[in-house]
């Protein structure tokens, strides 16, 4: 039995809908196709104002009468894969329906732009949709656990998906892992590379940079300098904190004398600072003080201080 047919068994014996996003999508097209059978173009010409038809279910729409939506968690698609996806939509048509949702006259795509490009380019007037009535925040969901599956989202385009679901919907790092299926540390670090400057996030984007090399950038006073260096040498990740460890240690020593007791101690303080971070999920800075010191923990939002409020209580999150 394979994971589709596994699913379906599952959610026929389910009492009701499950309404978590992260149990992924093929039990969602399970769903809609035991709802509805797949309808022609013939009947999903729409009413007599020219709206389309709403009905929830799996059915042919024409390609003209599909939009992108303009909040894809995806920005960046490779021609030379969409070629190769067309060519064998061609061969074989569209295997996979994508999902759409009524949008005014048209549909707009909640997930598979990535086909409805290929089948533009394949040339074909049909492709196959499963129609959802969704609002905006289920469908930024949906778009991003179908991304975040298919490892189609680059991680500064990840960390900028689970941001926005963040600000705007008020979603906490473990909500963000419930919907994605997902570890909360696995969100806080992806987050955290929101931090880099620009320029940084831009070659972690065109691949030039791993995500164990930005990560390793984060705390750098230098990324800026540092990062061109990284993707022109192919320098490794342990290269790079390597680098940091030597910037952070020659950075504006106060005195002579305090000079010297950084250099020994700036590693190990980096390192923590590092791994509190990644606990976290939030930029943290520790400044010795004799035997003791300071540390501070910043956060960008009441939800981050929150989190930090429930860690610091031992509440249960």
Request: proline residues 4%; aromatic residues 2%.
């Amino acid at each position: 039995m394979d994971d589709d047919q596994a699913l379906s068994e599952k959610n026929k014996k389910a009492p009701k809908r499950a309404t978590g996003l992260g149990r992924g999508l093929n039990s969602l097209f399970g769903e809609i196709q035991r709802e509805a059978p797949i309808e022609t173009s013939e009947t999903d010409d729409g009413d007599r104002d020219g709206q389309p038809n709403i009905t929830d279910g799996l059915r042919s729409i024409a390609v003209s009468d599909i939009r992108p939506n303009p909040d894809q968690p995806r920005q960046h698609f490779d021609t030379d894969a969409l070629d190769e996806l067309a060519d064998s939509m061609r061969q074989r048509g569209v295997i996979q329906p994508i999902v759409v949702r009524p949008h005014g006259k048209t549909y707009q795509i909640v997930a598979g732009e990535r086909r409805w490009r290929a089948a533009q380019r394949a040339r074909l007037h049909q492709i196959p949709a499963v129609v959802r009535s969704l609002n905006d925040e289920e469908t930024f969901e949906i778009a991003i656990v179908e991304n975040v599956q298919r490892k189609d989202l680059n991680v500064i385009e990840e960390a900028e998906a689970y941001a926005r679901l963040s600000t705007d919907y008020g979603h906490s790092q473990n909500r963000l892992a419930e919907i994605v299926g997902k570890s909360r540390s696995h969100i806080a670090n992806i987050m955290r590379l929101l931090e880099l400057p620009a320029s940084v996030k831009t070659l972690v984007m065109d691949d030039k940079l791993t995500m164990g090399h930005a990560r390793a950038l984060i705390n750098a006073p230098n990324a800026e300098e540092l990062a061109p260096q990284v993707a022109k040498q192919g320098l490794s990740v342990r290269d790079v904190e390597r680098l940091v460890r030597k910037a952070m240690a020659v950075k504006k020593p106060k005195s002579a004398k305090k000079s010297v007791a950084m250099s020994e101690t700036d590693a190990d303080i980096q390192a923590l600072e590092a791994h509190l971070g990644d606990l976290l999920g939030l930029k943290v800075k520790i400044q010795p003080d004799g035997q003791g010191g300071v540390m501070a923990i910043e956060y960008a939002n009441l939800d981050q201080l929150d989190l930090i409020c429930q860690r610091l209580t031992g509440e249960h999150i």
